[in-house]
């Protein structure tokens, strides 16, 4: 049975009616095609989360995907509807553990996880075989399992590594994703929206974990900021802030260096396949030219048009007084060193480090 990691009714808000059918624009990192899909046939595999036989949930093997489908994507349609709405700004508590569990249980149901987890076992388990293989050791110890090295191959231990993994997944990941739940469940709650021309992407890993202070993507960690584009205009980002009020969802609308942040942020984490309409991808394209520019005309312009952007909210900001220093430098000699852009840079990440830890207190 197919089993969706990244739900219909997300890909959907990104797709345009065809026949009976919803479709996306998909780009292909692996082949670099651009590929028109049904949303019934991306962003899932089979089987993903049906549980073994003699390990089901009331004698039921797909309990879990009708727990995704019952239950948990319900949640997301109401935290979606609530967060799209630009009139709406308090919430209950109600509502926000709706938003919570909406978008956070996109985070631990993604099979990247599995693979991630996977790829640095095997590697791991492959090291300590060939090791104890040279030492003449009999026996391998690897997470509380024992393997008899007489009849145990290196590929018979990985392939057993490789099912108990994927069976704690599909057991597991939702008792985590409850942890997850219940560890942000304080979080603070903005929307960004998009007024010009340009649009949001999305990708088969569509929730975004980022972390200036320990920069480990962990969602176990208070110090994780979640970001996920809704549509085309919309994005939500969830952080912690004790000086932001509960219960309460704040808007912003956003300009072009703004949405490329997210879209950049998107593209990178994505696993496979990226989701957008063709004008959105060709703007993606061109402003990736311009942020990675090796011209600094080109980068010192760029400065300008953020600062002009941000001067009316940000304009005591210690970040932005970074940028305004270099660019009026650049302004009065007609030149700045790379080891000077660096520089600001560097005091700008740890400046964001500085403030994610003293809004957290």
Not at 49 to 78: Q, S
Not at 195 to 215: E, K, R
Not at 223 to 250: C, M, P
Request: proline share 2%; net charge neutral.
């Amino acid at each position: 049975m197919k089993q969706h990691f990244v739900p219909r009714i997300y890909l959907k808000q990104f797709s345009s009616r065809m026949g009976k059918g919803y479709f996306v624009n998909s780009f292909d990192k692996q082949t670099g095609k651009h590929i028109p899909t049904n949303i019934n046939n991306i962003c899932a595999e089979t089987d993903l989360y049906t549980l073994d036989n003699g390990r089901e949930v009331n004698n039921d093997v797909l309990a879990v995907e009708k727990i995704y489908a019952n239950f948990i994507e319900p949640r997301y349609l109401k935290a979606f509807t609530l967060l799209t709405d630009d009139a709406v700004f308090r919430i209950t508590d109600g509502q926000r553990i709706e938003i919570v569990i909406g978008i956070l249980q996109l985070y631990m149901r993604n099979p990247r996880h599995l693979k991630n987890g996977v790829a640095a076992h095997t590697a791991e388990i492959s090291k300590q075989y060939r090791q104890a293989i040279s030492n003449g050791e009999r026996e391998l110890t690897y997470l509380d399992n024992q393997y008899n090295l007489e009849e145990w191959s290196e590929q018979d231990i990985l392939h057993d590594y490789y099912k108990k993994a994927k069976q704690y997944f599909r057991e597991q990941h939702l008792a985590v994703t409850e942890q997850i739940c219940n560890i942000h469940k304080d979080i603070k709650i903005e929307v960004n929206k998009i007024m010009d021309h340009s649009q949001f992407m999305t990708s088969d890993n569509p929730l975004i974990a980022d972390d200036y202070v320990t920069g480990y993507d962990n969602a176990l960690l208070r110090s994780q900021e979640f970001y996920l584009t809704l549509n085309r205009k919309y994005a939500v980002r969830l952080y912690h802030d004790n000086s932001k009020r509960l219960n309460y969802i704040y808007r912003m609308n956003v300009p072009d260096q703004y949405v490329h942040g997210y879209n950049r942020k998107i593209y990178q984490a994505s696993s496979r396949f990226v989701i957008a309409d063709a004008e959105a991808f060709n703007e993606y394209h061109k402003l990736e030219e311009i942020f990675t520019s090796t011209a600094l005309e080109v980068r010192m312009e760029l400065v300008k048009e953020i600062l002009s952007t941000v001067a009316k909210r940000f304009q005591n900001d210690e970040g932005y007084l970074l940028l305004k220093t270099l660019y009026e430098k650049y302004e009065k000699h007609g030149f700045v060193t790379l080891e000077e852009e660096v520089e600001v840079l560097e005091r700008h990440y740890h400046l964001l480090q500085k403030e994610r830890i003293e809004r957290q207190r």
